[in-house]
């Protein structure tokens, strides 16, 4: 299995991150088909990583600024049989994509994502992770990094772009977007990223462009199975604006913002199935975990709790705003089959 790796750019603040990121790829046991960096409407940047990345195929975003407009022109370049997605901020473990590309023996196997870690504020600098031999990347047992607040809770970790408490190995309704992969007919089936529907240049930190795909993928191919493999390690970069609780609440609620053009595009049931189970089963564990937390002394887990309990409001809220609101589902781009340099 061939993959190729898509990794989408925007700014030049994430300079040393993006070259951590393309050393993470280069460094892979399974090596890469090709990397392609989609650079999103940011011409001198474009410039910038064509000189200096001359073994790459750089490209811009042809389509609508963001996420979505930025993953439908990777795909539309890539020539592998698989397309794997790594954000710009984060680096991939040496083993992942093999961990990938293992799982499409399968031939019923569509997807595949694996694990996110975090590295919180104060772990090693992007410059420290262009080492491809550096510890963090070499693990025996791969954990987080630098300082993760103690109220913040690991059933939300999904709100900066990690995974999340209540993940488990196996098939999975949907993929998270920063570390995924897929093979190419998937696109022909379902069609490209919505646009209009994930994160962008939008005031709100909105998401879930991946998981509208990964339903419409399911619904057009009953019998497609998604996996997740948490040997399919990356790791993504939390800002320390992302680290407070003020994010936080913005996050939760642009998700049930997202969450509304989800259902509004895919339907109710199969829009929120797994977002049921996790605020039935998963968060409630969470809340009583660190309410026994807090009785044995420990006072961050009263302070997890009601992080739990906020974010689960702040996230029904924003639902329900955007219900009321929402008025068409957002725009589906078709991908190309042939490849586009």
């Given at each position: 299995?061939?993959?190729?790796v898509v990794?989408?750019?925007?700014?030049?603040?994430?300079?040393?991150?993006?070259?951590a990121?393309?050393?993470?790829?280069?460094a892979?046991?399974h090596?890469?088909h090709?990397?392609?960096?989609?650079?999103?409407?940011?011409?001198?940047?474009?410039?910038?990583l064509?000189?200096q990345?001359?073994?790459l195929?750089?490209v811009?975003?042809?389509?609508?600024?963001?996420?979505?407009?930025?993953k439908?022109?990777?795909v539309?370049?890539?020539?592998?049989?698989?397309?794997?997605?790594?954000?710009?901020?984060?680096?991939?473990?040496?083993?992942?994509?093999?961990a990938?590309?293992?799982?499409?023996?399968?031939?019923?196997?569509?997807?595949?994502?694996?694990?996110?870690?975090?590295?919180?504020?104060?772990?090693?600098?992007?410059?420290?992770?262009?080492?491809?031999?550096?510890?963090l990347l070499?693990?025996?047992?791969?954990?987080?990094?630098?300082?993760?607040?103690?109220w913040f809770?690991?059933?939300?970790?999904?709100?900066?772009?990690c995974?999340?408490?209540g993940?488990t190995?196996?098939?999975?309704?949907?993929?998270?977007g920063?570390n995924s992969?897929?093979?190419?007919?998937a696109?022909?089936?379902?069609?490209?990223?919505?646009?209009?529907?994930?994160?962008?240049?939008?005031?709100?930190?909105?998401?879930c462009?991946?998981?509208?795909?990964?339903?419409?993928?399911?619904?057009?191919?009953?019998?497609?199975?998604?996996?997740?493999?948490p040997?399919?390690v990356?790791?993504?970069?939390?800002?320390?604006?992302?680290?407070?609780?003020a994010y936080?609440?913005?996050?939760c609620y642009?998700?049930?913002?997202?969450k509304?053009l989800?259902?509004?595009?895919v339907?109710?049931?199969?829009?929120?199935?797994?977002?049921?189970?996790?605020?039935?089963?998963?968060?409630?564990r969470?809340?009583r975990?660190?309410?026994?937390?807090?009785?044995?002394?420990?006072?961050a887990?009263?302070?997890?709790?009601?992080a739990?309990?906020?974010?689960?409001?702040?996230?029904?809220?924003g639902?329900?705003?955007?219900t009321?609101?929402?008025?068409r589902?957002?725009r589906?781009?078709?991908?190309?089959?042939?490849?586009?340099r």
């Amino acid at each position: 299995m061939n993959i190729s790796v898509v990794i989408c750019v925007y700014t030049q603040r994430r300079w040393e991150d993006i070259l951590a990121a393309v050393a993470s790829v280069r460094a892979q046991r399974h090596a890469p088909h090709e990397i392609i960096l989609v650079v999103d409407h940011n011409p001198e940047l474009r410039d910038r990583l064509a000189a200096q990345l001359r073994d790459l195929v750089v490209v811009p975003n042809t389509h609508a600024r963001g996420l979505s407009g930025g993953k439908n022109t990777g795909v539309a370049a890539a020539s592998g049989e698989a397309v794997a997605f790594l954000d710009d901020d984060a680096v991939a473990a040496p083993g992942w994509l093999a961990a990938f590309a293992k799982h499409y023996e399968d031939p019923a196997v569509l997807g595949v994502g694996g694990r996110t870690l975090a590295l919180w504020p104060g772990s090693p600098a992007a410059a420290e992770l262009l080492d491809p031999a550096h510890p963090l990347l070499n693990a025996a047992v791969p954990a987080e990094s630098g300082r993760r607040p103690e109220w913040f809770p690991a059933e939300f970790d999904w709100t900066v772009g990690c995974t999340y408490a209540g993940m488990t190995p196996g098939p999975i309704r949907n993929l998270m977007g920063g570390n995924s992969s897929f093979r190419r007919e998937a696109f022909a089936v379902a069609g490209g990223f919505a646009e209009g529907i994930g994160r962008s240049f939008h005031r709100r930190p909105l998401g879930c462009e991946e998981t509208e795909f990964c339903i419409r993928l399911r619904q057009r191919s009953p019998g497609a199975e998604l996996v997740y493999d948490p040997d399919a390690v990356i790791w993504h970069r939390v800002p320390p604006e992302r680290a407070r609780f003020a994010y936080f609440r913005r996050r939760c609620y642009a998700e049930g913002l997202s969450k509304a053009l989800v259902t509004r595009s895919v339907g109710v049931h199969d829009g929120l199935a797994s977002e049921r189970v996790h605020a039935l089963r998963t968060l409630p564990r969470g809340v009583r975990r660190g309410l026994a937390q807090a009785v044995r002394g420990e006072p961050a887990g009263l302070r997890r709790a009601a992080a739990i309990t906020v974010g689960l409001a702040w996230t029904a809220w924003g639902y329900a705003v955007g219900t009321a609101t929402v008025r068409r589902p957002p725009r589906r781009r078709t991908v190309p089959t042939e490849v586009r340099r």
